[in-house]
């Protein structure tokens, strides 16, 4: 006998498989190849066609080529009663889920949920969302890659280049007084000799563990670097390179440690969280929602208690094809 467990775990390959085929079938180079499949797909299970008509309509709109296979009828279960659309598929949610597909079609669908996914592509070394990785760079660097990283390394004669595509990283820097190992990652620029140190580009945050570190800001050169020590860090604010300030050791660089710790931050730094945690684009039906806070200490392997964090200490609601996108609404 199938137990509760066994069948909640094919409702879930349904979902997943119904995502994949909305997203191929959304594809204007899709094959008729691709078609044929899709309707052995749908046709194997009636299971298939539940979940499919859910994802359509969990996203807005039954996508084109899947609405005229669908047309005559044949892959339905004759004794299977109609699925009804859900209230919530109303008024401005079904407006937000209609533009987030929208917006997935006109950009890509694959570059869309994934916007790290061209940096990922030309880097030396770089990692998906929810992987972290260590790695010996050519002159015995030690790097530690948190989730959705990208970067490139040159190692000349006379400078040991490193440009941060995206995400953070620390280093633990291999000393070599005749070449410099300098990090560029946007707006903010390292230089050190040998010392440990993590330096996150989306936010332009740079916090040293152990040595020193000057940083300086590209676009603008007066005042000369700031110089860091151990414990401290400084951060692009309002334009400009801010000053150093003493950080908590157990708090400054967590994420090595795989926790997150989150203390009022506002929702927008939330989402950079969890882009970096699981794939999948976050998305805010209402823009407001950016600014509210959160706190909290989770694990970076464990998005979903970050989602649960949302639903519980601020009542909102989480709408979400896992690997695909997760809507936030009140």
């Not at 157990?250 to 710790?261: K, V």
């Not at 209402?286 to 509210?292: G, I, V």
Request: net charge negative; aromatic share 6%.
């Amino acid at each position: 006998m199938e137990s509760a467990s066994d069948h909640s775990e094919d409702r879930e390959q349904a979902s997943r498989e119904a995502t994949e085929w909305f997203v191929r079938l959304n594809n204007p180079l899709a094959s008729e190849e691709t078609r044929r499949t899709y309707r052995v797909w749908l046709m194997a299970d009636p299971a298939h066609h539940d979940a499919m008509r859910e994802v359509s309509e969990l996203w807005g709109a039954l996508d084109r080529p899947a609405a005229q296979l669908a047309a005559n009828g044949w892959h339905r279960v004759t004794d299977r009663p109609a699925l009804q659309p859900r209230g919530w598929l109303t008024g401005g949610f079904r407006f937000a889920a209609a533009g987030i597909v929208t917006v997935a079609l006109a950009c890509g669908v694959a570059v869309w949920r994934d916007v790290g996914m061209l940096d990922r592509a030309f880097a030396d070394v770089a990692t998906r969302p929810g992987e972290r990785r260590e790695v010996r760079l050519a002159d015995g660097t030690t790097a530690f890659l948190d989730g959705d990283t990208a970067l490139n390394s040159l190692m000349g004669e006379e400078l040991r280049e490193i440009t941060l595509l995206r995400g953070r990283v620390w280093f633990d820097v291999v000393p070599d007084k005749t070449r410099p190992f300098a990090v560029h990652a946007g707006r903010v620029d390292s230089r050190v000799l040998g010392t440990a140190f993590g330096i996150d580009r989306e936010a332009g945050v740079v916090t040293v563990e152990r040595g020193e570190v000057a940083v300086s800001d590209v676009e603008v050169t007066r005042g000369g670097p700031v110089r860091l020590t151990a414990w401290q860090s400084v951060a692009l604010q309002d334009g400009s390179l801010g000053s150093p300030v003493a950080v908590d050791p157990d708090q400054a660089l967590a994420w090595r440690r795989g926790l997150i710790i989150l203390d009022r931050v506002p929702l927008s730094h939330v989402v950079e969280e969890l882009s970096k945690m699981a794939p999948g684009r976050v998305v805010f039906a209402d823009p407001a929602l950016k600014h509210l806070t959160l706190s909290g200490t989770f694990r970076a392997d464990d998005p979903g208690a970050v989602l649960e964090a949302l639903q519980s200490a601020l009542k909102l609601r989480i709408l979400s094809v896992p690997g695909f996108a997760t809507l936030i609404y009140r």
